[in-house]
T-cell receptor
């Protein structure tokens, strides 16, 4: 069973606020990912990391930023939240070699008023 | 342009019967395919995967079939149980990358 944790689970906040979504995994996985999903739609990769100090942008353009200072921690930050950022954000991790499944956290549902 | 397509948004199956969920893809460079199950308010849970060098992979009640010539993937659940009711996502990746491309999901309802 995958051990990957996201906080908060739900966040309702006003426009212009700085937001950090937390993601931690206890499996020692090198690779971590952030996806964005709107209701009824597919998941879109917005950021990924292959290890400490490695971060890359995904296929879907996002105004968020990420950091990877520790293997187990991959936070996502929005400097100034807007209503267009309202979505579900899912964090995942995987082993660093071969074809490996990604294991997901339960997500953060973000609503910007 | 959607590279992974799940054309059936929903499927309803009686308990004990077979559930067949379908997925089509357009990118011939995909070499690894996965199925995830998602309950409301939870993240996707990995179910089963298949490499492009195989045409079938089985794990308990779940079997995934890959038809590379047709660019078609299917997930069979036998027998279906009420606890299988969830949204099922098909995903794929190309060789040399870890980026998963997801379909839009199929909502499966298993009724008694």
């Amino acid at each position: 069973e995958a051990d990957i944790y996201q906080t908060p689970r739900y966040l309702v906040i006003g426009t212009g606020k700085k937001i950090t979504l937390e993601c931690s995994q206890t499996m020692g996985h090198d690779k971590m990912y952030w996806y964005q999903q709107d209701p009824g739609m597919e998941l879109h990769l917005i950021h990924y990391s292959y290890g400490v100090n490695s971060t890359e942008k995904g296929d879907l353009s996002s105004e968020s930023t990420v950091s990877r200072i520790r293997t187990e921690h991959f936070p996502l930050t929005l400097e100034s939240a807007r209503p267009s950022h309202t979505s579900q954000y899912l964090c995942a991790s995987s082993l660093g070699w071969g074809n490996q499944p990604q294991h997901f956290g339960d997500g953060t549902r973000l609503s910007i008023l | 342009d959607q590279q992974v397509k799940q054309n059936s948004p929903s499927l309803s199956v009686q308990e004990g019967r077979i559930s067949i969920l379908n997925c089509d893809y357009t990118n011939s460079m995909f070499d690894y395919f996965l199925w995830y199950k998602k309950y409301p308010a939870e993240g996707p849970t990995f179910l089963i995967s298949i490499s492009s060098i195989k045409d079938k992979n089985e794990d308990g009640r779940f079997t995934v079939f890959l038809n590379k010539s047709a660019k078609h993937l299917s997930l069979h659940i036998v027998p279906s149980q009420p606890g299988d009711s969830a949204v099922y996502f098909c995903a794929a990746k190309s060789e040399g990358t870890d980026k998963l491309i997801f379909g839009t999901g199929t909502r499966l309802q298993v009724f008694p």
